[in-house]
């Protein structure tokens, strides 16, 4: 069965430097991919999603992922946190069009002044 | 114009009590999906409806009965709720395109915070 690692479940970076966010899946067949932000009390927004056509793709609010088949790995980036990127961020795979999303266990992001 | 839109937003009930919650949206999607996030914030899929038919049906108890009367509508109806059914519930659509199978993505609504008593 499908599942989705988080390396991390809190993670503390400073306002201005690098945001790393790991998630790793499993599966023998690349599946689609999604990272999903959760600001506090709301729902769950798109930030991207890997489409198999750029190993590198840009999201929304700065972020970036880049897909590694041979490490079955999609970690989130951004060069520098702001301080409204505080939530949890949530990692998400799918193994096929119409199927169930398969989540993480999520990352908590905590921005420092 | 709220895309995929659920009620009530809060919830509070006894044990025992039968609820409903309620999703809309008006994406023009064909599939809509129930998760259920715990307090430790994992989520998981409870159930997937394709055209008003039941595609996904995770191991869920029987207490929990779905109901699409329609593609832009999909309720969650709980009977005997439990202390362990607290959690929040977020419905999403999503859309097929069969022809290609394209990627899908899935947009969420803003959950229903759930709290039995």
């Known amino acids: 069965a499908q599942s989705v690692t988080q390396l991390g479940s809190h993670v503390s970076v400073s306002e201005g430097a690098l945001v790393l966010l790991r998630c790793n899946y499993s599966?023998?067949?690349?599946?689609?991919l999604f990272w999903y932000v959760q600001y506090p009390n709301q729902g769950l927004q798109l930030l991207l999603k890997y489409t198999s056509a750029a190993t590198l793709v840009k999201g929304i609010n700065g972020f970036e992922a880049e897909f590694k088949k041979s490490e079955t790995s999609f970690h989130l980036t951004k060069p520098s946190a702001h301080m409204s990127d505080a939530a949890e961020y949530f990692c998400a795979a799918q193994t096929a069009a119409g199927n169930k999303l398969t989540f993480g266990g999520g990352t908590r992001v905590l921005v420092k002044p | 114009d709220t895309a995929v839109s659920q009620t009530p937003k809060y919830l509070v009930t006894q044990m025992g009590n039968d609820k409903s919650i309620k999703c809309e949206q008006n994406?023009?999607?064909?599939?809509m999906y129930w998760y259920k996030q715990d307090s430790k914030k994992f989520l998981k899929i409870m159930f997937s409806?394709?055209?008003?038919?039941?595609?996904i049906n995770e191991t869920v108890p029987n207490r929990f009965s779905p109901k699409s009367p329609d593609k832009a509508h999909l309720n969650l109806h709980i009977n005997s709720l439990e202390l362990g059914d607290s959690a929040v519930y977020f419905c999403a659509s999503s859309h097929v395109i069969r022809s290609t199978q394209d990627q899908e993505t899935q947009y969420f609504g803003p959950g229903t915070r759930l709290l039995v008593l």
């Open positions: 599966s023998s067949v690349p599946p689609y």
């Open positions: 994406l023009g999607h064909d599939t």
């Open positions: 409806y394709n055209n008003k038919e039941l595609i």
